[in-house]
């Protein structure tokens, strides 16, 4: 048994992931170490699906529970008594609680939306600006200062939308609500932009100067490089960068409370409207609410869409990844 | 170098999720005793004054958050507060919800308050009726025309659904009904004020509060006769939106906690409620 054994292990080189037999005591403890902090890592995320799940369920299997909250009236329109016609309402503190999160949705996804098309495209030029330029001593700060815009607390951006940016856009844009989607997601693509940026810079720089030099060898402008060989190599990273500032869009809180005015409104193609998104809902309204009420229950659904839209949005990020990486080597 | 100081943020996360308020349930550790108040975020300065001078006196700490009336009430339920400070009455429901727990709590009324409407400043604006004001935060009427002759749109301001402020203001000014959509909820009364004063097409309605760049609103409810929110206003009870600001005890409260909300109800306490621009309690009988 253990000539058979040591043959394999002769035969195939050792598994990274494991350490050898001999290997001093530090070595698997460090092992165990680092294993034991992966698995608190994955409990958690499981856990708060457990937990988050646990507090939204009964909302779709508990038989009281349909009485005060029937599943249909928290996705299709209804006339409530005092409407004209029926329609998605969110009204969740008063006689009659209206739990529809039609609105919200399309809150989060206006604002989150206009963030990274206003977002993504300045943190993207400026990746492959940079690269064009050939700032590379300038990068060494460039990159840096930029990454600090994007450690800046929301709270601060989101004071300094409210305070100048809202005021600057109203009366630049005629716009009639002074708080509105498209301030929010002007706010929130300062925060975005960097992200994208400092990603889609790593990504470029990560080409491999064989395919630049071959290019450059054959005549090709700088520009041309840039825009046919760089940035095609790069579009995983790109790509990935996208996803992130989707996603960071999407779960940002701070700046949306502050600036978007909060209205639920049903207008997911006018941007200067308001809009009022998931997670400023569940930011404003959780704290107020009896635990295991209706209300609360309606809250952590609400956060349970958040968390398959981030794992659906994980998950496409992935695969366009790798399927852009394997039609990259293909060509290479 | 930095594992230490990981650790140590870590340690801070967790207790910070772990849910109980280091102030949570009055406790007696060592000399001082604790409170915890939650609640209202109108009252929460005043609330604030009343724990500084209440400490002074007495060998009791006193913790002040705000979050709204239903946030305290809620504190109040799930047992992470003393008491609960709220701008409305409990409702029927909280209050089923809480003698279903075995807690029935007690009712205080401390001060009075009332709900102002405010307009930028340099607008002229002779007063707004109840069913004026209904019809704006209804969504029914959207324009500026019959109020001050303006053509331009009414920008609609208000309270986030956990303020007793917004509640209240649906129960006495809307009957219940709904806020139309298009009505932008805001995170304080600071931050209402601060949003009509930088659009005159803007209304809105929060608790008293200083109005640099505002002015309130005169309101009549039935008669001609429209009435600004002011001291003598509130106190005869003639100003439409005034409305009493109460203090809930837990069940079986601690002795700090009776002693506290006896000492708002003395003088001492009415003189800061007055001093904090609200109206004290005995002056109104």
Known sequence: ?332 | MLFPRRAALTVAALAACSGRYPGSRSRRDGARASLLVRGSDTMVLLARRWAEAFAANNRCDVEVAGGGSGTGIAALLNGTADLAMSSRRMHERERRALEAQGRASSEHVVATDAVAVYAASGLTIAALSLAQLAAIYRGRATRWTPIDGRDERVIPYGRESSSGTYAFFKERVLDSLDFAAEVQSLPGTASVVEAVACDPRSLGYAGLASHIGVQRVPLSADGPAALAPTKANILSGAYPLSRPLYLYLAARPSAQALAFVRWVLTAEGQAIVEREGFCPLAERT
């Not at chain 1, 680092?34 to 988050?52: E, P």
């Not at chain 1, 209206?98 to 977002?119: D, E, H, M, R, Y």
């Not at chain 1, 060898?217 to 940035?231: H, I, M, P, S, T």
């Not at chain 1, 941007?271 to 997670?279: F, I």
């Open chain 1, 1 to 332: 048994m253990q000539d058979v054994a040591h043959s394999a292990e002769a035969i195939e080189p050792p598994s990274p992931l494991r350490t050898q037999r001999g290997a001093p005591w530090t070595h698997r403890a460090a092992e165990h170490a680092i294993r034991a902090c992966a698995s608190v890592t994955i409990a958690a995320v499981v856990l708060v699906l457990a937990f988050v799940l646990r507090e939204a369920l009964p909302l779709f299997f508990d038989r009281p529970r349909h009485a005060e909250v029937p599943l249909g009236s928290l996705v299709l329109p209804r006339q409530w008594t005092g409407y004209d016609h029926a329609t998605f309402v969110w009204q969740p503190v008063g006689g009659v609680a209206k739990f529809n999160i039609v609105p919200l949705l399309l809150g989060s996804l206006k604002i989150a939306t206009l963030a990274v098309l206003i977002g993504a495209p300045v943190g993207v030029a400026a990746a492959i600006g940079l690269w064009q330029l050939e700032l590379r001593r300038a990068r060494r700060w460039i990159k840096p200062a930029i990454e600090l815009l994007a450690s800046v607390p929301s709270v601060v951006v989101g004071a300094w939308a409210l305070g100048t940016l809202a005021g600057v856009m109203q009366s630049s844009l005629g716009l009639l609500w002074r708080l509105n989607a498209l301030t929010a997601s002007v706010a929130l693509a300062v925060m975005i932009a960097p992200l994208v940026f400092t990603i889609s810079d790593d990504a470029i720089n990560a080409v491999p100067e064989e395919l630049t030099e071959a290019a450059f060898a054959l005549g090709a402008r700088r520009f041309e490089v840039a825009l046919k060989v760089v940035v095609p190599a790069a579009l995983p990273g790109i790509a990935a960068a996208l996803v992130l500032g989707l996603g960071r869009a999407i779960g940002e809180t701070m700046i949306v409370v502050m600036v978007s005015g909060n209205a639920p409104v049903l207008r997911p193609c006018d941007p200067t409207s308001s809009a009022r998104t998931v997670t400023a809902t569940i930011a404003t309204e959780l704290g107020e609410v009896v635990q295991r009420s209706p209300h609360w229950s309606v809250l952590f659904m609400l956060g349970a869409v958040l968390f398959a839209c981030t794992l659906a949005l994980n998950a496409i990020a992935a695969a366009i990844i790798a399927r852009l990486t394997r039609r990259l080597r293909g060509r290479s």
